[in-house]
């Protein structure tokens, strides 16, 4: 088994990626990472910084093994004109509120157990290893990996609609739990669709780090709770506030992209 998908990392480069390559591609990475979270927990030497560092580690070297020179393509930088990055940039703060909105029904109908997600994170006042660890590391490692070789290599192989389906529904997959596959999955699609239409993995990192830092920090003009056993509720003008941002911010990067186009 491990030897065909050793042969598989070695055949992406030149084969299609099928649904079928990409599923095993993604046991084989978050495979040999669990492994070594496992070994580092045995050793007591596993905490969240060096779970994001050795998952970073995995995917680069996997990405290395595919094509000596896949990771400078991945990485290769897009120009995005300012006023297109301005309208991304709104478009995804209400597009946060709505999917924020939207894991909050979730949660009502299956509520977090308490303690589920806690982690050293959530109990440091450290902003700037919060950002680093939880935004920057995961932004970085995960577009490499789900943009970067999956999607990219998927809309060579099947229409743009469903390379972005398959694609996000992968990365939602693969964050184990139900609440945070339904988040990636939304993410995945819009990650999925910038990617599409600007070639940019850097523009989707840092999208993808925007994402969590809001995730983080949005708690400010939600109603209160008391544990993640009791769902978070947007107050009304909030949910309003992100509706009319994802359609101005949409609608300015339609008519953006297509001045662009203009000959």
């Not at 995005?80 to 478009?91: D, H, Q």
């Not at 910038?194 to 969590?212: D, G, T």
């Not at 509720?233 to 309003?240: E, G, V, Y």
């Amino acid at each position: 088994m491990l030897k065909k998908l050793y042969n598989l990392i070695n055949t992406i480069h030149i084969d299609p990626l099928t649904l079928k390559k990409a599923i095993l591609l993604c046991f084989f990475v978050e495979g040999i990472w669990f492994a070594l979270n496992w070994f580092l927990y045995r050793t007591n030497m596993l905490f969240d910084e060096l779970s994001q560092i050795t998952f970073l580690a995995v995917v680069l070297i996997s990405v290395r093994m595919m094509d000596r020179d896949e990771l400078r393509r991945i990485l290769a930088w897009r120009k995005i004109p300012l006023p297109v990055f301005g309208g991304v940039l709104v478009m995804f703060f209400g597009f946060e509120i709505i999917k924020s909105e939207l894991n909050n029904i979730l949660t009502n109908l299956l509520p977090i157990p308490d303690g589920f997600f806690n982690s050293a994170f959530q109990k440091s006042n450290n902003v700037f290893l919060i950002i680093i660890f939880t935004s920057l590391f995961p932004g970085f490692s995960e577009e490499v990996f789900f943009r970067g070789v999956i999607a990219r290599r998927f809309f060579r192989s099947y229409s743009p609609v469903r390379a972005i389906l398959l694609s996000a529904a992968l990365f939602g997959i693969f964050h184990i739990n139900p609440w945070q596959t339904v988040n990636a999955f939304y993410l995945g699609i819009f990650l999925g669709w910038i990617y599409l239409h600007y070639r940019s993995i850097w523009l989707c990192m840092f999208v993808h780090a925007y994402h969590n830092v809001l995730a983080y920090y949005m708690s400010l003009p939600y109603v209160a709770a008391d544990s993640y056993s009791q769902t978070w509720r947007h107050p009304l003008w909030f949910d309003a506030l992100g509706i009319l941002l994802f359609g101005f911010g949409l609608f300015a990067v339609i008519i953006l992209s297509r001045k662009k186009e203009t000959p």
